[in-house]
């Protein structure tokens, strides 16, 4: 599923998401462009996080005499090709808006770089000893859409769907949400701890901490249906008037 667009207008300015995309393009273009090969791969290992790094403990006597916490910051600012940037900037441009506007500038960039850090550790417990570097925003933007979930169920979702056809289907943003993080639990569940690849914990991290916020902060509380609504329609159309209440 790839989501085009959502239907609610931003009420002011996303400063710190344009801000956001602008750092995340420059350093891409600085990382992936800038520099050669070899040395792009060693500045993804000392910027990414390495749970190796942590975990084996001559690394990690090393590591301490440095920063452990700076490459929990850095490598969310990291993308090792353009479809990675590309992919999660255009997503943190559709569901950071309204974040923001619920937010505030300041809050939600601290609230941002939160995510990023609570999606870094997660990865790094659930691949305890990996020696492969993990960058990208994906944790951080997976807490933006944690919150998105929270505050704008009722928001519909201009949807892609490339299941045999291309067609465009609009969906509530729960069900669009919701899917795409059970979706995220359901792979990093069946890669196993350890796996290359696609940060599927880091996912499931950012998410619920971007979740966890929103809800400690009081936001996030869709009314619940009268008792005098009707009941004898299909479950899924109830669910759905359950968050449109």
């Not at 291309?166 to 639990?185: D, R």
């Amino acid at each position: 599923m790839i989501p085009i667009r959502d239907t609610i207008p931003s009420r002011s300015t996303p400063y710190v998401v344009y801000g956001l995309i602008a750092v995340n393009a420059l350093v891409y273009f600085k990382t992936n462009l800038g520099l050669p090969p070899g040395a792009q791969q060693r500045f993804f290992q000392l910027y990414g996080i390495v749970p190796a790094r942590y975990a084996d403990p001559q690394i990690a006597h090393a590591l301490w005499r440095s920063n452990p916490v700076f490459p929990f910051f850095t490598s969310m600012f990291l993308h090792g090709g353009l479809l990675h940037v590309l992919g999660n900037m255009w997503t943190l441009w559709i569901f950071g808006d309204n974040v923001e506007d619920w937010f505030g500038h300041g809050r939600f960039l601290l609230f941002y770089l939160f995510c990023g850090v609570a999606s870094g550790l997660m990865h790094l417990f659930a691949n305890w000893g990996s020696a492969l570097p993990t960058i990208g925003a994906s944790g951080a933007i997976a807490g933006v859409m944690g919150a998105y979930f929270l505050l704008y169920p009722r928001a519909r979702v201009l949807t892609l769907l490339p299941i045999f056809f291309v067609f465009f289907v609009e969906l509530p943003a729960y069900v669009f949400l919701g899917f795409w993080f059970l979706l995220q639990l359901l792979s990093g569940a069946a890669s196993g701890a350890g796996a290359g690849g696609i940060a599927w914990w880091a996912h499931v991290g950012g998410f619920l901490a971007g979740a966890a916020v929103v809800f400690i902060l009081g936001g996030g509380r869709p009314k619940r249906p009268s008792s005098s609504r009707p009941t004898l329609k299909p479950l899924w159309q109830k669910v759905d008037e359950y968050w449109r209440e």
